[in-house]
């Protein structure tokens, strides 16, 4: 006879497997383009933007242009490969980059918190489903679930806002081009 808890991870460990190989598939990104920084680029053409998606925040190249990285919500990648810079706008580019860095470094701590709490969510109810009514044990793992999504929440609104600091350094080059 089994032990309960090996049980239980032994019928929610391969989906949570298969559940991260579809997160990772999905959220496959492909290095983005350069855009060159220097006079002919504008702020409507070249500045960052900030747009949601189903998986993160999208920065985006212009107001409609092609997407340059996303600050993915549970399985963050460094991100700061968008905010580097040449050495004409060095000060604003260290402070972007680092915002880029300051970003990252949250989002992964968020979503690491997050991805417990799913996980611990996802064993909860495997647990449930196949008859296994351990009325404490399963609110322990509810309660630790919601505790560390809970936690993760702050922690990705300051994710966000680095996210903008970045972004606004990054466009902090194009200055007063704005028409």
Not at 110 to 130: E, I, K, P, Q, R
Not at 158 to 171: E, F, I, K, P
Request: proline share 4%; charged share 15%.
């Amino acid at each position: 006879m089994q032990h309960p808890i090996l049980r239980v991870l032994i019928r929610t460990v391969p989906i949570l497997g298969a559940l991260a190989v579809i997160a990772m598939h999905a959220d496959a990104q492909s290095t983005p383009p350069r855009v060159d920084t220097d006079a002919a680029c504008d702020y409507r053409s070249c500045a960052l933007n900030i747009t949601p998606e189903w998986n993160g925040l999208a920065v985006v190249r212009g107001a409609d242009g092609p997407q340059v990285t996303n600050l993915y919500f549970l399985w963050p990648r460094d991100i700061t490969h968008a905010f580097r810079d040449d050495v004409t706008h060095a000060a604003s580019g260290d402070s972007a980059t680092s915002s880029a860095r300051a970003a990252v470094r949250l989002r992964r701590i968020g979503a690491l918190l997050t991805d417990t709490g799913l996980a611990l969510a996802l064993t909860a109810a495997v647990d449930a489903s196949h008859g296994e009514h351990r009325g404490r044990w399963n609110r322990g793992l509810v309660v630790a679930a919601g505790a560390a999504v809970g936690i993760s929440v702050p922690l990705h609104f300051a994710a966000d806002g680095a996210l903008s600091r970045a972004v606004w350094w990054y466009n902090l080059r194009f200055g007063r081009g704005v028409q």
